[in-house]
Nanobody
Framework: QLQLVESGGGLVQPGGSLRLSCAAS????????IGWFRQAPGKEREAVSC????????HYVESVKGRFTLSRDNAKNTVYLQMNSLKPEDTAVYFC?????????????????WGQGTQVTVSS
């Protein structure tokens, strides 16, 4: 029932910023924990961040702390990932996924509650 669509990716120079959106339909997004994952070519999908459905707690992997920020806009049923000070190693396809709880493991998220991904390329 719940469907997620990522958007906001693109090409940006190192040090630049992008804001990714995870827009939901078919459900109320604030009911779910929303995790962001990324996958670079030839690499495994890795966790980036998560915003909890309890108390609005946020989690970030060490490599993005201080640069990425999660937020919710419940009126728009959307979660945003603000990405600042982007580095070439941030280049990947970014996915959002919904779950009952935040987890660093992609396979613990509900199988049907993933978006299609949006490409982020950081290059000069």
């Amino acid at each position: 029932q719940l469907q997620l669509v990522e958007s906001g990716g693109g090409l940006v120079q190192p040090g630049g910023s992008l804001r990714l959106s995870c827009a939901a339909s078919g459900g109320t997004l604030d009911y779910y924990a929303i995790g962001w994952f990324r996958q670079a070519p030839g690499k495994e999908r890795e966790a980036v961040s998560c915003i909890s459905n309890l108390g609005g707690f946020t989690h970030y992997v060490e490599s993005v702390k201080g640069r990425f920020t999660l937020s919710r806009d419940n009126a728009k049923n959307t979660v945003y990932l603000q990405m600042n000070s982007l580095k070439p190693e941030d280049t990947a396809v970014y996915f959002c996924a919904a779950n009952d709880y935040c987890s660093r493991y992609a396979n613990e998220y509900e199988k049907d509650y993933w978006g299609q991904g949006t490409q982020v390329t950081v290059s000069s």
